[in-house]
């Protein structure tokens, strides 16, 4: 999956130099199942689609399987009476066979207290487009989002970040439990060719992964804000992707994946990018444990 950081333009009136201090969101919505209901302009440009081609279409026939599967997991919470706010990152299969990455945030409207359907809000200033989506076949991919999709992380830390290290291409890959007092390392995994001695101290985390356990912020070496912090605390800014992962509020853990020196930024970016994306994928899947197909079907029949 090649992944390139390039800003999608808003089309035309959209986020002009008289607004530059608001971004013009996109919308649409769905049914509670699924179904396009609503699309305005800016949603039709960034999904590649005009309004009558996606009115009465399957929103996840549109995506990749890791968004499908976020969005078949909040479709299935349809009987929830609150409003709450699902952020994550949707990759579109737009209409000219190109990818695009969008910022989304879902939410739940209602009617006379009824669910009624699904409102999506998607940031145009950060759309990112995709050259590649991620190919449902390719095994490294497959085999990681499953894992994440059904298992419960936490009790195979060691399958996770050898996949985890397999599908971002880092040399080592390390998770830690987070707590108000200390970072403990958990378990780590290693490029065959590596030794410990030829990586960073896994064991002792620096002052920039103690802002990242604080803050939530991820670090990423290949952005100049994240490498001035990590100068600014440290004196140096590692070749590392490093995010919280929060699953309720007694567990939370650092993930850190370590990449090799010498890269050229192309490689650099693409990495960080992936890291990013497997990264925001757990935090959004492996916060509450997967339904049975019985509860889901028992969900189905109350509404």
Known sequence: MAITRKVVSPPAGVNDAT???ITRCAVCKVDLKGRFVYVDQPAQHLLGYPSEDLFGKQIIDLVDEH????INDILSRR???ETTFDHFILTV???DGSFIQLDTVVTLNFNAGNPVNFQFIFNPDQAISVDTACDPDAG???QFAEFVCERDITTDWRTFLQQLREFTGARQTCVYIVTPDHIEH???ALEAADTQTSLPNITDPGPIHR????TGEFYDFTDDTSVRRAVELDGSAPNEVVGRIALDEARVFLVRAVFADGMDDQSARSRADRAHFALELVRRLAARPPRSNAERDEENTQF
Request: aromatic residues 14%; hydrophobic residues 25%.
């Open 19 to 21: 607004t530059r201090s």
């Open 67 to 70: 968004s499908r599967a976020i």
């Open 79 to 81: 009987n929830g009476y």
């Open 93 to 95: 299969n737009q209409q």
């Open 140 to 142: 490294v991919y497959r």
């Open 186 to 188: 958990r378990s780590s």
């Open 211 to 214: 802002f990242v356990a604080d």
